[in-house]
């Protein structure tokens, strides 16, 4: 059974930083590319980052490249994200996903003020 919980999440203001861990359980986590998503109040679920089965290759959606960076574990299965130069438009429940398996974890919130 997939199982993926997200955490790290909080409050911070306009500028800060905040680090998001997955946990992932279930599969064989070194065999699957991992993503980071995340949904505003009001707005549908976007992609944030993506990473590659051993990490070698990353891509991030225009509106967090150079202030977000995704990273993995895979000894200890899990993804990363860590998130600077937060902007309230950041503002989100953040959840993470193994490309080609169904299946979201619970998210984390994580909320920006200005």
């Known amino acids: 059974q997939v199982q993926l919980v997200e955490s790290g999440g909080g409050l911070v203001q306009a500028g800060g930083s905040l680090r998001l861990s997955c946990a992932a359980s279930g599969f064989t986590f070194s065999s699957y590319a991992m993503r980071w998503y995340r949904q505003a109040p009001g707005k549908e679920r976007e992609w944030v980052a993506f990473?590659?089965?051993?990490?070698?290759?990353?891509s991030y959606a225009d509106s967090v490249k150079g202030r977000f960076t995704i990273s993995r574990d895979n000894a200890k299965n899990t993804v990363y994200l860590q998130m600077n130069s937060l902007k309230p438009e950041d503002t989100a429940v953040y959840y993470c996903?193994?490309?080609?398996?169904?299946?979201w974890g619970q998210g984390t919130q994580v909320t920006v003020s200005s």
């Open positions: 990473i590659s089965l051993l990490g070698s290759g990353t």
């Open positions: 996903n193994a490309v080609g398996i169904g299946g």
